[in-house]
C-alpha cells in the first residue's frame, strides 16, 4: 500500500483527522478557525508566516490572468492584442471573479485556472465590463455605457476595428478610455471612416506624433468637420510666425479633464489678430502668454475682452491691456476684475467713473485680489461717499488694499467734523440738551451727511405734516431721516394716496416710516381679507413674518392664495 510505503505521510494524515475531529466539535460560530487551521497544517505557511499569503495572493492573480488570457484568444477567438489587454488591465473584474470562485487561499494554487475555465464554461460574462476597465475607465463610468442588447465583444465589429485603428497610430489604452468618455461615437464609425478623419489631419502636413497628440487632447475633433477649424487656428499662428512646435509644448495631454475645443482657440486667435495689427506683437504676446490661447481653450479671453468692451474699451485700449497682461491665470485675472467690479458697485460709485478706472488699470486690477468693502470702510474708518472720491482721484491707491496688506486709516478731513457739527446743531433745534447722552445716541442713529437731515425733515414738512409733529416724530424715531427724501415721500403716498389714511398716523405711529415699501404693501395689502379683525398699523407691520402669516393670513380660506399673488405682484414692480 502507498500509505505504508511512506509512514511519516500517514501519521501526519492521522494527525490531520483528528484535528478536524476536534473542529468539528467546536462552536460552529466561530468563524475563521477552519481556515486558520488549514493553514497552519501548510509547512509552507509555517516557514514563511503572513508574506506567504501576500505571494500566494499575487500568484493567484497571475494565473487568473493567464486564465482569462485562454478563454478570451482561445475560447473567445478575440484578438491576441485585446484578449491580453483585458486579463491584464482589468484588475478590479478579475478580482471579483476571484471572490465569486472563493479561490482566495485554495489548497492547490493550481487548481484556479481549471475553476476559472469551468465557471465560464457555465457563466458567460459581459465582455465590456472588462474590455472597458482595460481603457482605465471606473465602474462608475461605464456602468451607463454597457450595451443593453449585447454581451460578447464580437458583436461589436466596429468597436473593435476603430480600436486598433487607434492602437496602430499610436494611442495607449488610458488615451483611448479619455477618447471613448469624451466622443464615443467615434468609435461606432464604419469600416474606414475613422482611418479617413485621421488621413485628413495628416494632409494638412501634420506629423503622425502631432495628430496623435491633438486627437487625445481634443477627441472630439473627430466629429464631424472639426479639421477645418484646427486648419483655421493652425493657420492665424502659421501666419504669425508660431509652429507647430509650440503648439505641440503647450498641449497638455497629461490632465485627464483638460481638453481643448479648437473652435473657440481659432476664435480668440481671430480677436486678438484683429487687436493687433503688427503680426511680431501677436507672436511675442501668445509666446509670453500662452494661457490666453490654451487655458479653457481661449474661453476666459474671451470673456475677458468682452467685459472690458462693455466698459466702453476701444481696440487700442484692449490691445494695451494684452501687452501689459500679468503673468497669472486667465480665469484669476477674470475673477479679481469681477470682484473688483462688485466692490465698486457696493460702495456705490456711479458707472461713467467705474468705465474711467476699468478702461485704465484693468492691467494691474486684474492681478490684484481686493479686500471686502465692509472690511475696507472699518479698517478706513471712512463712509461710501468719502471711499468713492479716493477711489476717483487715484485709482493706483486700490494696490494698498489687496488681501494679505495692512490698511492704515485714511487721514481725518474738515468735511466729518463739519458734518457733525450740523447734526449736533440740527438735534438742538430739536430740543435735545448739548452734550447730553441722548444727543451722543442720537448722533450716532443719524448716517450721512449732516446738511442732508435738515432738508429731510423740511421735505416731510413739506408733504403736508406739521412741523411740531415733525419734531415730535424724529424725537420718537431719528432713524427716519436716515432715509432718501424720494423714499419717504413715495411710503408717505402710498399710506395717505393709495390706501386713503390720515397724516396724523405718522404722528401716532412714526416707526412706520422705517419699514420698507415692500413690507408695507405686503402686509397692509391684506387687509381687505382680515375682515376687520386688525385694529392698528402697527400691529400689521410689527409682528414677524410667521406670527403674521399664521394670525392674519391663514385664518382666512382664500389668505395664503391672496398672499402668495401678492409677493409675486411686488417681486414684477
Known sequence: MPLMRNPRFFFSLLKWVSLETQIKSLNPQISGIRSHLRHTLNPRYLATGEKLSVKTRIENQRKAQAAMLDYFYITRGLQYLVAESMSKNAPLFNDNLLQKLDCDTPDD????????????????????????????????????????????????SFLLENYNTFWIYGIGLKQMGKIFKEAREVFGYESGVLASKIKAFEDLGLSKSFVSKIIVCSPRILIGDMNVEVAKALEILRCVGVGVDWVDENLSEEEEDVSYDWRSMHRVLS??????LDDSELRELIKKHPRLVFEDSGEWTLFLAGFLTKFGSSKRELSSFFL????????????????????????????????????????????????????????????????????????????????????????????????????????????????SEEMERAVKKFRGRGSELQQRFDFLVSLGLNEKDVRNMVNAFPQILCQASDLLEAKVNYIVNELGYPFSIFVTFPSCLVFTLQRMKLRLGMIPFMEGKVKAMSSLLGCSDQHFVSHYVNRHPDGPKHWEDLKKQILYE
Open 271 to 276: 480677436l486678438l489678430r484683429d487687436l493687433f
Open 109 to 156: 494554487d493550481s487548481d484556479i485556472a481549471l475553476s476559472i475555465t469551468r465557471f465560464l464554461r457555465f457563466h458567460p460574462i459581459n465582455e465590456f465590463e472588462p474590455f472597458f476597465e482595460s481603457l482605465g475607465l471606473k465602474p462608475s463610468e461605464y456602468s451607463c455605457l454597457l450595451p443593453s442588447d449585447k454581451m460578447f465583444l464580437n458583436e461589436d
Open 324 to 435: 501689459k497682461f500679468p503673468g497669472i491665470e486667465v480665469k484669476k485675472c477674470v475673477l479679481n476684475l469681477r470682484n473688483c467690479l462688485v466692490f465698486l458697485k457696493q460702495i456705490k460709485m456711479e458707472c461713467d467713473e467705474m468705465g474711467k478706472i476699468f478702461r485704465a488699470h484693468s492691467f494691474w486690477l486684474g492681478a490684484c485680489s481686493l479686500k471686502k468693502p465692509r472690511t475696507l470702510l472699518d479698517r478706513l474708518n471712512v463712509g461710501t461717499r468719502r471711499l468713492c472720491q479716493v477711489i476717483e482721484e487715484n485709482p493706483e491707491v486700490m494696490k494698498k488694499w489687496r488681501m494679505g496688506l495692512k490698511v492704515q486709516p485714511l487721514p481725518p478731513t474738515g468735511e466729518e467734523e463739519t458734518s457733525r457739527l450740523m447734526k449736533t446743531q440740527f438735534l438742538i433745534n430739536l430740543g435735545y440738551e448739548e452734550n
